[in-house]
């Protein structure tokens, strides 16, 4: 009976164990620079995808509330407190988050950043969403090809120690004089990936540049933002807005008018390819100039002299494609 008792609990034990989920081998954290962001959201669900391409691999999708350096420290604490392996992060300050991300990868996590990038000594390689320049073009040219004559441009930024916004900033002001002699850019103003904040710098702008043709937003907030404001105002074809923007989030703004065109590389691929480079520094391979690694579907990067890489090229999105793509992302 006793013989027959103990059969029965090792039967059930052994039950138990194969019903058991495995655990995940690998925790990547995706780290955004705040949650409730459409752009971000996207990324997310692209992360999804690579570690279920991958296989074994854990996405711990976390930010802040607010988009700041301090939220995200807290959160890269939290992290390096749960041992993950990686930790993939959009950063809200290139600078200030480096202490936090050197502990990190004091105690073996694997760290990289992407979209908006964190100082060489803070990271193993970066991630560009496209190359700076390219960037930094097209956010100008997008306002210049439906302003012949030219005329008075500003720009709603994100946060003032966004490292991407200021890099594309950076690039289109270099590129004025050249490629753009017409185009006289009047102002810069932050909206700190903030509604409200971006509505109220959009409406400051057209209240203090009368002759105001274009607002350029390279951020997914403040240009929703800016749209909204010139069509709450009534200035729809006197005002243009354009910028990066999700196409499910500003197809409303190319329908009525507020917006020519808009561009944006494709965010869920951004964080399916950080996901992929994550597994790969899990795995072994040396985040170093030069060196290839796969994004998967997406393809493959080549390091530079930074350990930094772009994705792909940015895309215009209008009225003749606004509708199919709003549909994805």
């Known amino acids: 009976m006793n013989v027959f008792k103990t059969l029965l609990m090792t039967t059930a034990v052994a039950a138990t164990m194969l019903a058991a989920p495995a655990m995940a081998q690998e925790r990547i954290a995706l780290v955004v620079k705040s949650l409730g962001n459409g752009f971000f959201d996207a990324a997310a669900k692209g992360a999804e995808e690579a570690a279920k391409e991958i296989g074994d691999i854990e996405v711990i999708y976390t ?27 959009s950063a809200n300050d290139p600078d200030a988050l480096v202490p936090a991300l050197k502990k990190a990868m004091s105690r073996g996590i694997k760290v990289i950043s992407w979209d908006s990038g964190v100082a060489p000594e803070g990271r193993m390689m970066h991630l560009n969403p496209s190359d700076t320049d390219l960037i930094g073009e097209t956010i100008i040219k997008l306002a210049a090809d439906y302003l012949p004559e030219g005329g008075d441009v500003a720009i709603l930024s994100a946060s003032s120690t966004a490292t991407n916004q200021n890099a594309w900033i950076d690039a289109a002001k ?47 907030v403040g240009v929703v933002a800016a749209a909204q404001v010139v069509t709450d105002e009534d200035l729809i074809g006197k005002v243009n807005v354009t910028g990066l923007a999700l196409p499910s989030e500003f197809k409303q703004f190319i329908d009525n008018g507020a917006s020519q065109a808009v561009a944006l590389w494709n965010p869920i691929d951004l964080g399916y390819s950080a996901v992929y480079l994550s597994h790969e520094l899990i795995e072994g391979k040396e985040a170093e100039p030069g060196a290839t690694f796969s994004i998967g579907k997406v393809g493959e990067i080549t390091l530079d002299d930074t350990n930094s890489a772009p994705m792909a090229a940015p895309f215009t999105f209008d009225k003749s494609n606004i509708e199919e793509f709003s549909k994805i992302y």
């Open 174 to 220: 270099e590129m004025l004089p050249e490629k753009f002699p017409n185009i006289n850019l009047v102002a810069t103003v932050y909206g700190d990936d903030d509604s409200v904040k971006s509505t109220n710098e959009a409406k400051g702008l057209i209240a203090t540049y009368p002759d105001l043709k274009a607002i350029i937003a390279p951020t997914t």
């Open 63 to 89: 930010g802040p509330t607010s988009a700041t350096a301090e939220g995200q420290i807290e959160i890269v604490n939290s992290l390096i407190a749960q041992n993950v392996d990686a930790i993939a992060i």
